[in-house]
């Protein structure tokens, strides 16, 4: 597992690309060997993840009957939505970049796109907190939510540009499969795994 130095490095790297600095790649295992490593992000990312799932787990209670229990089996559903969640929006990049002829590409995006989950997820983490605590902002907490998404994506736009070089068709085609996929198969997935609010 990469320790904090590294990821803390990958996360710098992360910056200046967003930045529009290509210097970011020499602070990233651009590599075969750094892609199957950029997965530990996912564990990276799961403290984050937990303080969210309990925030889900709050706002599924609230739709449901006051005397209604979730129990361990309901964490593992958001989790195994987790793990669908990172990989199919990957398998669906994969897929466009052997059809685009741009196969050489998909480490460097499968790289950038899992570390820069880090920061995102932890962000999220904090606004759970926010809605766990009812606080009474919770208004302003749902726009910070939108900016973090739109955040997202442009941060995505930038990154995949550097990678793929001024071609906006392509860049494009590979930001909404990266995103609109996993959005409309999230909230299917929820209700399949009963896990929606109501």
Known sequence: MPSYHEVRLYLIGLFLLIRGDRQGFRMLDISDR?????FWAFVWCLPAMAVSWLWWRSLFLNGMPRDTKVGGIFFVRLAML????WILPLIFVGL??????????????VITFNWLSIPFAYA???LSIGFLLHVGIDGLLAIVHLCLLILM???VIRITRLICGPQPLIVTTLVMVLIVPDMLLSE???RFLEVYPT
Not at 34 to 38: A, E, I, P, T, V
Not at 82 to 85: I, L, N, P, Q
């Open 82 to 85: 987790e793990v669908m969640d």
């Open 96 to 109: 466009v970049c052997a059809l685009l002829g741009i196969g050489k590409k998909f480490p460097a995006l």
């Open 124 to 126: 999220y983490g904090i």
């Open 188 to 190: 299917a997935m929820q």
């Open 153 to 155: 994506v442009v941060c």
């Open 34 to 38: 750094g892609m199957m490593r950029s």
